[in-house]
């Protein structure tokens, strides 16, 4: 079953602090683990991303740790802002076909409210 | 990179209306093209996908249509709109991996 688990649902943190998602996947064809920051009423961009023969990859304040055997991942965002207040998606995806010709199918999970206190 | 344009940014419908939403790309050739919604507040779902000029799959069935009729555009539609179609709606590209989304379009059915 192509499902990704997203949790907590609702996170607040207080400025300079550790944010912390998490997020279980059952597919183990998987092979790409994108995280997406949205802001309101905006589109989802792309925030940083892993594939599953790394155990960790950062760019700044963001990680995403990655533990294939447990088929689990998280983000921990560093020194949390305000201006980290959105809502996070983790996902997974598949490339099916070639890597040019094929299309890669993103299960994505629920969603995190992140509300960075001042 | 690609860039994901969208139109209109909002739009408010009756119910029974027809609806066309927009989707153009450029920076790219030959993209993979998706359309999601977004439920109040949440998740995404997919509704359909294309690889190709005229090439569209579904994966939910539903009382919406897609369509491509141009390598970079894709256009969502409906004949007669439901309540239950409200939503926001998110159009997305594909490079190798990386889905990179439009602005969206927020759908009011009233």
């Known amino acids: 079953q192509q499902q990704v688990k997203q949790s907590p649902q609702s996170l607040i943190v207080q400025k300079g602090g550790i944010s912390i998602i998490n997020c279980a996947y059952e597919?183990?064809?998987?092979?790409?683990f994108p995280w997406y920051q949205q802001f309101p009423g905006k589109g989802p961009a792309l925030l940083i991303a892993?594939?599953?023969?790394?155990s960790e990859k950062k760019e700044g304040r963001f990680t995403i740790s990655f533990n294939k055997s447990a088929k689990q991942f998280s983000l921990h965002i560093m020194d949390s802002q305000p201006g980290d207040s959105a809502t996070y998606f983790c996902?997974?995806?598949?490339?099916?076909?070639?890597?040019?010709?094929?299309?890669?199918?993103?299960?994505f999970g629920k969603g995190t409210m992140l509300l960075v206190s001042p | 990179s690609q860039t994901i344009h969208q139109w209109p940014a909002t739009l408010v419908q009756p119910v029974g209306s027809p609806l066309s939403l927009e989707c153009t790309v450029e920076?790219?050739?030959?993209?993979?093209l998706y359309w999601y919604r977004q439920a109040a507040g949440r998740g995404l779902q997919l509704l359909f996908y294309s690889v190709g000029i005229g090439q569209i799959s579904s994966e939910v069935p539903q009382n919406l249509s897609a369509s491509r009729p141009q390598d970079r555009q894709f256009i969502l539609s409906s004949k007669k709109l439901l309540l239950s179609d409200s939503g926001f709606y998110l159009c997305a590209g594909q490079t190798v991996h990386e889905q990179y989304f439009g602005p969206g379009t927020r759908l009011t059915v009233t």
């Open positions: 597919n183990t064809a998987f092979d790409y």
């Open positions: 996902a997974a995806t598949f490339q099916w076909g070639s890597v040019n010709s094929g299309y890669s199918t993103l299960t």
């Open positions: 920076g790219t050739s030959n993209p993979n």
């Open positions: 892993i594939r599953p023969d790394v």
